[in-house]
């Protein structure tokens, strides 16, 4: 549903490959080259430039491998760290949904690490 903007028309949701995606969801975007992780983002708005073209602005997650100063104690491998980084990126770039459980706090391997249940449920945990 198009809200009136400025310069661009702004949407509440967004439709590509039999998936609506709204403003929270977290999707997987094609990396650049193959033999790469797709990266992955969180939605926070989604508009329609005058030329058609439709556009997202989301705040990036980074992998473990990919943060220079690591947080204190153990990460898990499908632990993804919420940057306060965004930009615009074209809604062609969007692979399909990412499964993100988000946490105020790190799971105990209780919760997370011996969870079968989560690790079916979500691809990835974010907590810092």
Same mark, same amino acid.
């Given at each position: 549903?198009?809200?009136?903007?400025?310069?661009?028309?702004?949407?509440?949701?967004?439709? +590509?490959? %039999? #998936?609506?995606?709204? $403003? @929270?969801?977290?999707? !997987?975007?094609?990396?650049?080259?193959?033999?790469?992780? =797709?990266?992955?983002?969180?939605?926070?708005?989604?508009?329609?430039? +005058?030329? %058609? #073209?439709?556009?997202? $602005? @989301?705040?990036?997650? !980074?992998?473990?491998?990919?943060?220079?100063?690591?947080? =204190?104690?153990?990460?898990?491998?499908?632990?993804?760290?919420?940057?306060?980084?965004?930009?615009?990126?074209?809604?062609?770039?969007?692979?399909?949904?990412?499964?993100?459980?988000?946490?105020?706090? =790190?799971?105990?391997?209780?919760?997370?690490?011996?969870?079968?249940?989560?690790?079916?449920?979500?691809?990835?945990?974010?907590?810092?």
């Amino acid at each position: 549903k198009p809200r009136p903007g400025d310069k661009k028309t702004f949407y509440d949701a967004f439709f +590509k490959h %039999g #998936e609506v995606f709204r $403003k @929270g969801d977290c999707a !997987y975007l094609k990396p650049p080259e193959e033999g790469v992780d =797709p990266y992955v983002i969180r939605i926070e708005s989604m508009w329609e430039e +005058k030329s %058609g #073209e439709m556009q997202f $602005k @989301g705040l990036w997650f !980074y992998r473990p491998h990919e943060v220079k100063k690591r947080p =204190p104690g153990p990460v898990a491998d499908e632990e993804l760290f919420l940057s306060d980084w965004a930009d615009a990126n074209p809604v062609e770039s969007v692979m399909h949904k990412a499964k993100v459980l988000l946490l105020k706090a =790190p799971p105990s391997e209780d919760q997370w690490g011996a969870s079968a249940a989560s690790r079916k449920i979500f691809s990835h945990v974010c907590c810092r």
